[in-house]
């Protein structure tokens, strides 16, 4: 609703600043137009970014994995530069169906799928329904796989639902972003501290009104506990990279993530946050190598 308000991010506007800029391609695929980085040769590595971020998530770790994979990052829906798409394309259901659709327009199927966040979500979702994907390895950045408890389950709710109705929530969320230091603020609430780039890629796009309503339709649209009922019926070779001082989903998720899922593998990196594979990309990366060999 109020699309018409909200025209998403110019790429002629921020592609001088974008990382990775000369392997951006942009795909038409479901219903709609795709942002997608992709680097490198070999087996098929998906990278799904989490919640108001973009493809840009990734820079740090695209060198280093496309030494190994042809490595695709998209934008997720309502996303940066990605189009919001058809009814439904911004829940759990609907993104995992519109990337099968531009993987098939990619003629890829990926092997590993990395998933930050809520893009971890939309892993597990395509493991359960998708040929394609029910023998790739899942690799989950502090997952969202469970519901997230107390006010973040509010936010990703109720909340988010009347702000996506709301006409001028989007552009207020926005003008907030724009305001000196806000975005640091927020990021900071995760429990990560990044870099100059990394803060100015996040006021890019949280400053943006038309990447901020796709986030709060987004939000508005997502439901984990039919993910959640169905969790322990995964087959697939599962790992988990969790950030100690994560604020956004509670670590604690990641022990019953366990419980649920016993051939998962899970690692925690000390004194980083939510955003754990921006502040250290090049363990990350590494870690990710390690894994996906050991399929």
Same mark, same amino acid.
């Given at each position: 609703?109020?699309?018409?308000?909200?025209?998403? #991010?110019?790429?002629?506007?921020?592609?001088?600043?974008?990382?990775?800029?000369?392997?951006?391609?942009?795909?038409?695929?479901?219903?709609?137009?795709?942002?997608?980085?992709? #680097?490198?040769?070999?087996?098929?590595?998906?990278?799904?970014?989490?919640?108001?971020?973009?493809?840009?998530?990734?820079?740090?770790?695209?060198?280093?994995?496309?030494?190994?994979?042809?490595?695709?990052?998209?934008?997720?829906?309502?996303?940066?530069?990605?189009?919001?798409?058809?009814?439904? !394309?911004?829940?759990?259901?609907?993104?995992?169906?519109?990337?099968?659709?531009?993987?098939?327009?990619?003629?890829?199927?990926?092997?590993?799928?990395?998933?930050?966040?809520?893009?971890?979500?939309?892993?597990?979702?395509?493991?359960?329904?998708?040929?394609?994907?029910?023998?790739?390895?899942?690799?989950?950045?502090?997952?969202?796989?469970?519901?997230?408890?107390?006010?973040?389950?509010?936010?990703?709710?109720?909340?988010?639902?009347?702000?996506?109705?709301?006409?001028?929530?989007?552009?207020?969320?926005?003008? #907030?972003?724009?305001?000196?230091?806000?975005?640091?603020?927020?990021?900071?609430?995760?429990?990560?501290?990044?870099?100059?780039?990394?803060?100015?890629?996040?006021?890019?796009?949280?400053?943006?009104?038309?990447?901020?309503?796709?986030?709060?339709?987004?939000?508005?649209?997502?439901?984990?506990?039919?993910?959640?009922?169905?969790?322990?019926?995964?087959?697939?070779?599962?790992?988990?990279?969790?950030?100690?001082?994560?604020?956004?989903?509670?670590?604690?998720?990641?022990?019953?993530?366990?419980?649920?899922?016993?051939?998962?593998?899970?690692?925690?990196?000390?004194?980083?946050?939510?955003? !754990?594979?921006?502040?250290?990309?090049?363990?990350?990366?590494?870690?990710?190598?390690?894994?996906?060999?050991?399929?």
């Amino acid at each position: 609703m109020f699309e018409s308000f909200y025209p998403g #991010m110019v790429w002629a506007e921020h592609r001088t600043y974008w990382p990775h800029a000369q392997h951006s391609r942009f795909i038409k695929a479901g219903g709609i137009q795709w942002h997608v980085q992709q #680097m490198g040769q070999g087996p098929c590595m998906l990278l799904l970014h989490g919640t108001g971020s973009g493809n840009f998530s990734w820079r740090g770790l695209l060198p280093t994995l496309a030494q190994h994979f042809t490595v695709v990052a998209p934008d997720l829906p309502g996303h940066a530069f990605t189009s919001r798409g058809p009814e439904g !394309a911004l829940s759990l259901p609907g993104m995992a169906e519109g990337l099968r659709a531009l993987m098939r327009q990619l003629n890829l199927s990926p092997q590993v799928i990395v998933g930050h966040s809520a893009g971890a979500a939309i892993a597990a979702h395509m493991a359960l329904h998708f040929d394609s994907a029910s023998r790739s390895t899942l690799i989950g950045l502090n997952p969202a796989w469970l519901p997230l408890p107390g006010m973040a389950s509010w936010l990703f709710g109720p909340a988010a639902k009347l702000a996506a109705l709301n006409p001028l929530s989007a552009w207020a969320t926005a003008k #907030m972003a724009a305001k000196p230091g806000a975005v640091a603020e927020w990021l900071t609430r995760t429990g990560s501290t990044l870099d100059a780039q990394g803060l100015e890629l996040y006021h890019r796009v949280l400053s943006n009104s038309g990447h901020v309503h796709g986030v709060l339709s987004m939000m508005a649209a997502w439901r984990l506990k039919p993910l959640a009922a169905r969790l322990h019926e995964i087959r697939n070779p599962v790992f988990m990279h969790i950030g100690a001082q994560d604020r956004t989903v509670p670590p604690a998720l990641a022990v019953e993530a366990c419980r649920r899922l016993p051939q998962a593998v899970q690692q925690v990196q000390a004194n980083l946050g939510h955003l !754990a594979h921006e502040q250290d990309p090049a363990g990350t990366a590494q870690q990710i190598l390690k894994w996906s060999a050991a399929r």
